[in-house]
């Protein structure tokens, strides 16, 4: 099984991509994961021309957004990580979406959403800086899985779970209890 992991923090070694890992560790033996840091990828900024609906194409110039785009198609589940800002994913991975509306959903002759990526597997993590139970009270890390999840719903994937990490302005990394709940989480992404 091919698994796409899309990293939107910009800190490699940061919480989110602590969660990310322990998502994958127990699929590394038995399945193909690739890990993308979408902080690091050079995109244009969607024009909103909405001609990627009809040509299933984005027409800008060739750039890292395409690539990814045909990642996102070709692979078998996604592990999709994303820090909160502001209630929100983050800047870079919204980006990487934007440009990728093609990947996700076309348009019937009629104006209606299509999805292009039904069934598709797909498990989120997120992180945020305000400290439980308020990250779930206030839409902080609620909103960032609401936002991502909204995107995969118009795309037909199926979400099979999401893990945060509050208060990771003071956590020094994640919990064991947290990492083997990540761990189960991956496991559970691959189970037919």
Known sequence: MKILVLNGSPRRNGTVALLLKAVTEPLAAGHEVEWIDVSRLAMKFCTACMTCRETEACVLPEDDAHIVGKKIREADALVIGTPTHWGNMSAPLKLLFDRNVPSFMGESPGGMPVPRQKGKRVAIVTACT???PFNF???ESRGAIRAVKEILHYGGCKTVGTITQPGSKKAKGI?????ARANRLGKRLVRD
């Not at 919990?175 to 990492?179: C, I, K, M």
């Open 137 to 139: 009270i206030l839409p």
């Open 130 to 132: 305000t400290p439980w």
């Open 175 to 179: 919990s064991a209890s947290l990492a």
